[in-house]
């Protein structure tokens, strides 16, 4: 092989492996967002954000209601919500219209809180859900998940409440 098809070569594997990087990066790694100082609305349309909440451990999940994984993964989570994270909030956050926030929390109604977001997801740089955070009583982020959290299983669910503390 002459050195120019080397280089050709080098050059295109080079820029292969960059395009991996970027799209595993836009689709598994979580965004860096300002959680607690975002601007979200509840079913009414009154803007808030989570600084009010500061104090007490959360658990925010970036969801929409057509989607599978975060359904299922909501569903994990209410059963062990009262129990095994007593004393965790449970923060569900949608980029859908106030109507299908309001359909979704009544058609399963969990005790969670509900808020939307007056943008597409893909403007916070969130292109795949779930995304979960975990914010402890400090109002800091401690973990953070781009894809469903096995809730069954007990191994993490101690993880997550040592996180939270």
């Given at each position: 092989m002459n050195s120019g098809k080397r280089v050709v070569l080098f050059?295109?594997?080079?820029?292969?492996g960059l395009a991996g990087l970027f799209l595993y990066k836009k689709y598994n790694v979580a965004?860096?967002?300002?959680?607690?100082?975002?601007?979200?609305?509840?079913?009414?349309?009154?803007k808030t954000n989570l600084?009010?909440?500061k104090g007490k451990p959360m658990i925010v999940s970036y969801y929409a209601s057509w989607c599978g994984d975060c359904r299922k993964e909501m569903k994990e989570?209410?059963?062990?919500?009262?129990?095994?994270?007593?004393?965790?909030?449970?923060?569900?956050i949608t980029d859908e219209?106030?109507?299908?926030?309001?359909?979704?929390?009544?058609?399963?109604?969990?005790?969670?809180?509900?808020?939307?977001i007056n943008k597409r997801f893909s403007?916070?740089?969130?292109?795949?859900i779930p995304v979960t955070y975990f914010i402890n009583s400090k109002g800091e982020m401690v973990y953070n998940k781009v894809g469903a959290i096995r809730w069954k299983d007990l191994s993490f669910v101690q993880y997550a409440k040592k996180q939270l503390q």
């Open positions: 050059l295109i594997t080079v820029a292969v965004p860096d967002l300002p959680i607690m100082k975002m601007d979200l609305y509840d079913e009414t349309g009154q600084q009010s909440k989570l209410n059963t062990i919500k009262d129990t095994a994270l007593a004393g965790v909030e449970i923060i569900c219209s106030s109507e299908e926030l309001i359909s979704f929390k009544n058609k399963h109604a969990y005790s969670y809180t509900y808020y939307r403007e916070i740089e969130i292109y795949s």
